[in-house]
């Protein structure tokens, strides 16, 4: 099946620049995406999502953007903290498929002081 | 305000053995799903129940069964279990209202080693 792959497994940030992390996907039929931030140890834990009828969402000191054209996302957090340190991983929802999310490999952030 | 918990937190398990892993969740949420994560992977779904009683297999469901008696628990079983189960497993819920509501609450994981 199509699966959500990540540009690149690991990026590095100075403290308080801006960091963007990308995700591409290949199923046009997916009608959902969702970006979640991992520590270590812990679970994933939810920032931001965005339908496929939007192009761009914001959140506090995030914003998620989406071009269906070429199947890209981006996650971008302004004003990069030590705290924003963890594994993103993006998700996709292909529509009609109970709720599933697939899952990319992560991207790791360290942000660097 | 729990969320989403899962039981135990860590285990260490000899081949053959067999062991239930707990998930609990307050939220009322209708869907509940099991997924594993191994190293440098993303987060694969092994079982998911859409409601009490009913249980479907996700993408990697070998080895492993679900049960969802009850709406507020989803339990996955390893009968015998392989080193090819060793991993982190993630327990998570939504909710089953509007497209916007596909947000999934996770648990802070098991960490399972197969000797």
């Known amino acids: 099946g199509e699966s959500v792959g990540l540009h690149l497994p690991t990026l590095s940030v100075q403290e308080g620049d801006n960091s963007i992390i990308n995700c591409a996907y290949s199923?046009?039929?997916?009608?959902?995406f969702i970006w979640y931030k991992q520590e270590s140890g812990k679970g994933p834990q939810f920032i931001i999502d965005?339908?496929?009828?939007?192009d761009k969402r914001q959140g506090q000191r995030v914003t998620v953007l989406l071009n269906k054209t070429v199947k890209h996302l981006s996650l971008q957090i302004a004003a990069t903290q030590p705290g924003d340190s963890a594994v993103y991983f993006c998700?996709?929802?292909?529509?009609?498929?109970?709720?599933?999310?697939?899952f990319g490999s992560g991207t790791q952030l360290t942000v660097l002081p | 305000n729990a969320g989403v918990t899962q039981t135990p937190k860590f285990r260490v398990l000899k081949t053959g053995q067999s062991m239930t892993l707990l998930c609990a969740q307050d939220?009322?949420?209708?869907?509940m799903y099991w997924y594993r994560q191994d190293p440098g992977m993303g987060l694969r779904l092994i079982h998911y129940?859409?409601?009490?009683?009913?249980?479907a297999k996700g993408e990697v469901p070998d080895g492993y069964n679900v049960s969802r008696l009850k709406k507020q628990n989803f339990l996955l079983g390893l009968e015998s279990a392989a080193p090819s189960q060793t991993s982190v497993y993630f327990c998570?819920?939504?909710?089953?209202?509007?497209?916007?509501?596909?947000?999934?609450?996770f648990g802070a994981g098991t960490r399972l080693s197969v000797l």
């Open positions: 998570a819920s939504s909710y089953i209202g509007s497209l916007a509501k596909n947000i999934q609450y």
């Open positions: 199923n046009s039929a997916s009608d959902y």
């Open positions: 965005i339908r496929s009828n939007m």
């Open positions: 998700a996709e929802k292909v529509g009609g498929s109970a709720r599933q999310l697939t």
């Open positions: 939220m009322n949420h209708e869907y």
């Open positions: 129940s859409v409601g009490e009683g009913t249980t």
